[in-house]
């Protein structure tokens, strides 16, 4: 290979890897709209608070995997608190009301995140050192093929769990027609409790990937701004949408730093995202595969 | 109907979003193992009182603002909606409403879960609905959402049955299809009721059809039952001839 190619590739795998964790974060907000048509913007601070918690348990001297399982426990008792206390009493309420509630969730899980783990920035070891590795002449990150890994691996649980199970079929059915759910008999407040614990769970595990990756600081809720041009460009009721646009996505923006950077100043890592997310919703407004009904023609 | 009805609605008032009044006074009821239609033009009513019976108003916005529903001594008003589909009440909504991205049997199989039957149960119940509904075997691993109107509501139907109900609550089963698919569905539903004693609640625009197979009918006008009778008393009434049957039906009525 090229040393040329050989660096395209690089920049393309680190790109593709990067985009691996914006998916991750992406899921998260998937699984709620999907089942409630709620937006959760919360997810960015569901996700800080996780690795916020797990951080300054292990600090507190709690051995790796206590701290795991006491902040999913955390989480799920989370994601049950917020459904029960603020979605549910706001059920059939607009989708803007909603999406307002949890824009304030956001901000009190941050407060409360702050108050009870106080504001220092925290370094976050899951053991995997950062170090490059050599796969036929492209080096890869051991971290991000870590981090990979655990997105294929939830990915992979949530589709078998979707496609396979009693409770999966019920949420498909909510997803599909919410009021025929309500009139088969399905239980909607168990199938929306069910997924915001899934929610919780999914923004731990980005939460300790992300926190490793930038440190546990309070910018880390700031992720969801990363996960919107993904759920724009994927469609924000598909699974597979969110890990196709996070890989998209990710794999444009380290090109386009890369390649189109030194003619147009850098830092377009930023924003490009938004600008191809822009473009997109101007020619495929529900996404790539944001697929919303079934129609005979 | 000397006995308590299954089903008994008095007074019933309603509105939607706390300003629009749908329902004015209604009362009805259903004995077990009748066929009872609720017919009516467009906008009388109808599809709120089926969903007030199955407490799906608050899901629409709506309330129940005076007067009760007691479905089997349960106060509907206070029973959510899925316990009243295990109490044996089911719906099938107006426009059928399947699930569109699942699969013919997947719809089918959430009508047990919605049930809360065991996967023994959801397979036997399953083999009973594709005989009642043989149509529907070789669409099994359809979409929902690409098969015809006919065999949707057919689905819709059948997911109900699923439920297992003692009373099944009908919405407009023969909106947009064709006649001899109508008369299908209502043959169908008058052998379920014959054979298996399943009391239904109906309502229908199509008149016609409806009385041929209720047993009693209420006419339903801007949100007042104004008129209850034997399906034959309201095939007879000069009125209802005019209104709801057009005098072009009328005669074929009386020839059958």
């Known amino acids: 290979m090229s040393p040329d190619l050989a660096f395209l590739v690089e920049v393309l795998v680190g790109g593709l890897l990067s985009g691996v964790m914006y998916a991750l974060v992406a899921i998260g907000f998937v699984l709620i709209y999907k089942t409630s048509g709620v937006l959760n913007f919360a997810q960015g601070a569901m996700l800080l608070f996780a690795a916020l918690t797990f951080v300054s348990l292990t600090e507190r001297g709690v051995p790796f995997a206590g701290a795991f399982v006491a902040t999913l426990g955390v989480m799920v008792l989370l994601g049950l608190t917020i459904e029960r206390a603020v979605l549910r009493p706001l059920v059939n309420q607009p989708p803007i009301t909603l999406f307002m509630a949890t824009l304030g969730v956001a901000y009190v899980i941050e407060g409360a995140a702050q108050l009870a783990w106080g504001t220092q920035v925290h370094g976050l070891d899951l053991g995997i050192d950062d170090t490059p590795i050599d796969i036929a002449g492209v080096f890869v990150s051991r971290f991000d093929l870590f981090a990979a890994a655990v997105a294929g691996l939830m990915v992979a649980v949530l589709s078998l769990f979707f496609r396979y199970t009693r409770t999966g079929l019920a949420f498909r059915a909510v997803a599909d027609d919410p009021l025929a759910a309500l009139n088969t008999g399905l239980r909607l407040p168990r199938i929306w409790a069910a997924v915001w614990i899934a929610s919780g769970i999914v923004a731990l595990v980005a939460g300790l990937l992300w926190g490793a990756r930038l440190g546990v600081q309070f910018s880390l809720s700031l992720v969801v701004l990363k996960a919107l041009p993904v759920l724009v460009l994927g469609g924000f009721d598909s699974i597979l949408g969110a890990i196709v646009a996070g890989l998209i996505v990710g794999a444009v923006e380290k090109l386009s730093e890369v390649y189109l950077g030194p003619f147009i100043g850098g830092g377009i890592e930023g924003w490009i995202a938004y600008v191809a997310a822009l473009g997109f919703l101007l020619v495929r407004p529900s996404g790539l595969f944001g697929v919303r009904s079934v129609e005979r023609v | ?256």
């Open chain 2, 1 to 256: 109907m000397t006995a308590t009805p299954l089903l008994r609605v008095e007074g019933l008032e309603a509105r939607y979003g706390g300003a629009v009044r749908a329902l004015v006074g209604v009362d009805l009821t259903v004995g077990a193992g009748e066929i009872v239609a609720l017919v009516g033009s467009n906008g009388a009513g109808k599809t709120t009182v089926l969903k007030a019976v199955s407490n799906l108003l608050p899901a629409e916005r709506g309330q129940v603002t005076a007067g009760r529903i007691v479905y089997d001594g349960l106060d509907v008003a206070r029973t959510p909606t899925d316990a009243l589909v295990r109490a044996g009440l089911v719906g099938v909504l107006e426009g059928r409403h399947c699930f569109r991205a699942l699969s013919v049997e997947e719809n089918l199989v959430t009508g047990g879960l919605g049930r809360g039957s065991g996967r023994a149960a959801i397979r036997a119940d399953l083999d009973r609905i594709f005989s009642v509904f043989p149509r529907l075997v070789e669409k099994r691993r359809a979409l929902a959402g690409l098969i015809s109107g006919g065999e949707q509501q057919m689905v819709a139907i059948g997911r109900a049955l699923m439920g297992r109900p003692r009373l099944l609550v009908l919405d407009e089963p023969s909106m947009g299809l064709a006649p001899k698919i109508v008369a299908e569905i209502f043959s169908t539903l008058a052998r379920l009721n014959r054979d298996e004693r399943l009391t239904l609640l109906l309502a229908e625009q199509n008149v016609t059809v409806a009385l041929r197979h209720a047993d009693r009918a209420v006419v339903l006008e801007n949100g007042r039952s104004v008129l209850e009778g034997t399906a034959a008393e309201l095939r007879a009434r000069d009125d209802v001839r005019a209104f709801y049957l057009g005098l072009g039906a009328a005669p074929a009525l009386t020839a059958a």
